[in-house]
């Protein structure tokens, strides 16, 4: 194959005329226009994730292409490891490096409120800080409720602690404002990388197939079906899993609460519920299940090759996992002993790594999930439209 030399691998280019209409491509964003026209002439790795498909129906990269692009990449490095182009060949592609790092800059970029997207950059900090505030004012308030963190055994009565409506009033609002600023993000992202014309509009079909791949999580099985490479060339689908049981442990333990909301207000049965009521054994699988689910992740992210992705990010993918695992911990921990005198301790504790999650979710990794499913989307609704290019040819 007769590949352009390095140096045609510039950013696009475009005449003086229009140069003032593009957005200006930031460091990382060249990189991936860069690498991006390497693969285009390539195409060797076309088969293996949604990313190369919607890459050939390109010749030009612009901003949004890219911040698109980014998000549909799901860091399986299998490019990476077929890749004849990467280190030490001179055209050092290393796509899934390039993508993670414009991946960051979409989500500090698309960001609600904007000046709480630099978060993103200084995830490790932001959550230790918000991991102990929050510790610490649960801790205290049960001190000053209690006046002792082990006040006896209150036959798991949370809400002789904390009232009811008080945890309803704290843990709603702060969800509430994750959720709204993760959605006024992703809208201003999705506003970025569609166009305004009534073909964007997604089908049903195009949603169907977008929602297959968000919870099934299609492109993390290499292309071939063997799973993502994440230590060497080695195939593995345990990352796969591993998200699988994070992300459904995430959902049972969301149902739970809702059911549990809905039982409070609704059928006004108070809790503590009984070992084998529904909202129970909804939060008891889902614990496990982000037990699992985050231990495994962990130790994959730590096997894996630092080519893969951004280390940089590193801390903000580890910090998350940690935190998830340590809610589950936590949270089964309060469920076995919530008949014994640590209960108060076990609650303010448990309610604290909620907080802190909750209060990081907008500013941190949880975002990686919103956008990819947007891109997703997107991906699905355009392959239903024809292809330029091709019709250009015709
Ligand atoms: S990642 Fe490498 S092998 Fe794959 S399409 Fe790009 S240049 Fe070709
Ligand atoms: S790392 Fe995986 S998902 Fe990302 S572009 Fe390469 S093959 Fe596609």
């Given at each position: 194959m007769q590949l352009p030399e390095?140096?045609?691998?510039?950013?696009h280019s475009a005449s003086d005329s229009q140069q003032h209409l593009i957005p200006l491509l930031n460091i990382n964003e060249t990189e991936v226009d860069r690498q991006m026209h390497i693969c285009n002439a390539c195409?060797?790795?076309?088969?293996?994730?949604a990313v190369f498909p919607a890459m050939t129906r390109r010749l030009d990269f612009s901003k949004a292409d890219i911040h698109y692009l980014a998000n549909l990449?799901?860091?399986?490095?299998a490019c990476l490891h077929a890749?004849?182009?990467?280190?030490?060949?001179?055209?050092?592609?290393n796509v899934p490096q390039a993508m993670a790092k414009v991946r960051l800059n979409t989500y500090v970029e698309y960001a609600?409120?904007?000046?709480?997207?630099?978060?993103y950059e200084r995830n490790g900090l932001t959550l230790s800080l918000a991991l102990a505030g929050a510790l610490a004012l649960f801790l205290l308030l049960t001190l000053l409720v209690?006046?002792?963190?082990?006040?006896?055994?209150?036959?798991?009565?949370?809400y002789a602690i904390f009232p009811h409506n008080t945890l309803a009033l704290m843990f709603g609002g702060a969800f509430g404002f994750a959720v709204m600023a993760l959605a006024i993000g992703v809208t201003r992202f999705w506003r970025a990388i569609s166009?305004?014309?009534?073909?964007a509009v997604a089908s049903s079909a195009a949603i169907a197939e977008a929602s297959g791949a968000v919870l099934?999580?299609?492109?993390?099985?290499?292309?071939?079906?063997?799973?993502c490479n994440n230590a060497n060339d080695h195939f593995t689908l345990w990352r796969r899993r591993f998200h699988h049981f994070t992300f459904y442990g995430f959902m049972l333990c969301l149902a739970s609460t809702s059911l549990a909301t809905l039982y409070h207000y609704v059928l006004d049965l108070q809790a503590p519920?009984?070992?084998?009521s529904l909202p129970v054994l909804l939060g008891t699988a889902g614990g496990i299940g982000l037990l699992v689910g985050p231990a495994g992740l962990l130790l994959l992210n730590y096997r894996r090759?630092?080519?893969?992705?951004?280390?940089?990010?590193a801390p903000m993918d580890r910090g998350f996992i940690l935190l998830l695992f340590l809610i589950s911990l936590s949270g089964l921990a309060l469920l076995a002993?919530?008949?014994?005198?640590?209960m108060a301790m076990l609650l303010a504790i448990h309610l604290g790594l909620v907080m802190a999650f909750f209060l990081t979710m907008p500013y941190g990794k949880f975002a990686h999930g919103i956008f990819r499913s947007a891109a997703l989307l997107k991906h699905a609704i355009e392959k239903r439209q024809p292809d330029r290019l091709k019709l250009g040819n015709d």
């Amino acid at each position: 194959m007769q590949l352009p030399e390095p140096s045609l691998f510039t950013p696009h280019s475009a005449s003086d005329s229009q140069q003032h209409l593009i957005p200006l491509l930031n460091i990382n964003e060249t990189e991936v226009d860069r690498q991006m026209h390497i693969c285009n002439a390539c195409r060797y790795c076309e088969g293996f994730c949604a990313v190369f498909p919607a890459m050939t129906r390109r010749l030009d990269f612009s901003k949004a292409d890219i911040h698109y692009l980014a998000n549909l990449c799901h860091n399986c490095g299998a490019c990476l490891h077929a890749c004849q182009y990467a280190e030490p060949h001179e055209f050092a592609v290393n796509v899934p490096q390039a993508m993670a790092k414009v991946r960051l800059n979409t989500y500090v970029e698309y960001a609600w409120p904007a000046p709480l997207g630099k978060l993103y950059e200084r995830n490790g900090l932001t959550l230790s800080l918000a991991l102990a505030g929050a510790l610490a004012l649960f801790l205290l308030l049960t001190l000053l409720v209690k006046g002792t963190l082990f006040p006896g055994q209150l036959a798991g009565d949370f809400y002789a602690i904390f009232p009811h409506n008080t945890l309803a009033l704290m843990f709603g609002g702060a969800f509430g404002f994750a959720v709204m600023a993760l959605a006024i993000g992703v809208t201003r992202f999705w506003r970025a990388i569609s166009p305004s014309d009534a073909a964007a509009v997604a089908s049903s079909a195009a949603i169907a197939e977008a929602s297959g791949a968000v919870l099934t999580l299609k492109y993390l099985d290499g292309g071939h079906g063997q799973g993502c490479n994440n230590a060497n060339d080695h195939f593995t689908l345990w990352r796969r899993r591993f998200h699988h049981f994070t992300f459904y442990g995430f959902m049972l333990c969301l149902a739970s609460t809702s059911l549990a909301t809905l039982y409070h207000y609704v059928l006004d049965l108070q809790a503590p519920y009984p070992v084998l009521s529904l909202p129970v054994l909804l939060g008891t699988a889902g614990g496990i299940g982000l037990l699992v689910g985050p231990a495994g992740l962990l130790l994959l992210n730590y096997r894996r090759n630092p080519a893969h992705g951004d280390q940089a990010q590193a801390p903000m993918d580890r910090g998350f996992i940690l935190l998830l695992f340590l809610i589950s911990l936590s949270g089964l921990a309060l469920l076995a002993w919530r008949d014994s005198g640590a209960m108060a301790m076990l609650l303010a504790i448990h309610l604290g790594l909620v907080m802190a999650f909750f209060l990081t979710m907008p500013y941190g990794k949880f975002a990686h999930g919103i956008f990819r499913s947007a891109a997703l989307l997107k991906h699905a609704i355009e392959k239903r439209q024809p292809d330029r290019l091709k019709l250009g040819n015709d």
